[in-house]
């Protein structure tokens, strides 16, 4: 079946670091791929997302490349924020109506 | 456009009681989507409703039921409610799941 294997957490970095969480999949065919952030006491919202290989999603200075012969989709950052302490996941979906599966998520947490 | 809206925000229950969940969809998506997210833990997938039907359960007892109105919103149940059933309960709607889920801000049930 589907899976997303995200790298443990947490990670704890300064302000103005570069931030990487891998991110792995299991699939057939050619999932399309998400990243969502979890601010705290909040809801999920999507971050960013590519729907075929060599896409490159970004949005907020993120930015994640869907590499098929990896099954990889890491998420980076250049220069990551204090506001940027969340909890990200990794996901996946097949297309149609089916559930995403998502990956267990990674706390990152950014010192001033 | 208003996004997935969830009510109550907040719910303190006994144990034993039943607790009800509400979530309207963004306007025009007709599946929607519950998942249990406990303290410190992932995402737990509980149900998929998509045209007014039950289409796919997590591994969760029957006492976890829902349903889906005509107008796409839908209902989470949780009978003889149990201390280990506290968590935020995330709603999420899609019209395909391709283009991602768009996530309601949760409900946070607390069993006493």
């Known amino acids: 079946g589907n899976s997303v294997t995200q790298m443990e957490g947490p990670v704890t970095l300064s302000e103005e670091a570069f931030l990487t969480i891998n991110c792995t999949y299991t699939?057939?065919?050619?999932?399309?791929l998400f990243w969502y952030v979890q601010y705290p006491g909040e809801g999920l919202q999507l971050l960013l997302k590519?729907?075929?290989?060599?896409d490159k999603g970004s949005n907020k200075g993120f930015e994640a490349t869907y590499r098929k012969e990896t099954t990889s989709f890491h998420l980076e950052k250049g220069s990551v924020q204090v506001s940027d302490s969340a909890v990200y996941f990794c996901?996946?979906?097949?297309?149609?109506?089916?559930?995403?599966?998502f990956g267990k998520g990674t706390k990152l947490t950014v010192n001033p | 456009e208003a996004g997935v809206t969830q009510s109550p925000t907040h719910l303190i229950k006994t144990r034993g009681q039943q607790a009800t969940l509400r979530c309207s969809p963004i306007?025009?998506?007709?599946?929607v989507y519950w998942y249990q997210q406990a303290l410190g833990l992932g995402l737990q997938f509980l149900l998929w409703y998509d045209e007014g039907e039950e289409r796919n359960r997590g591994n969760f007892p029957p006492r976890f039921s829902g349903r889906q109105f005509p107008n796409y919103s839908s209902e989470l149940n949780v009978n003889a409610l149990e201390l280990e059933d506290s968590a935020l309960y995330l709603c999420?709607?899609?019209?395909?799941?391709?283009?991602?889920?768009?996530f309601g801000s949760g409900t946070r049930l607390t069993v006493v």
């Open positions: 996901a996946l979906s097949q297309g149609g109506s089916e559930k995403l599966v």
């Open positions: 699939a057939t065919g050619y999932p399309s």
């Open positions: 306007s025009g998506h007709t599946s």
């Open positions: 590519a729907t075929k290989a060599d």
């Open positions: 999420a709607s899609s019209l395909r799941t391709d283009y991602g889920y768009t």
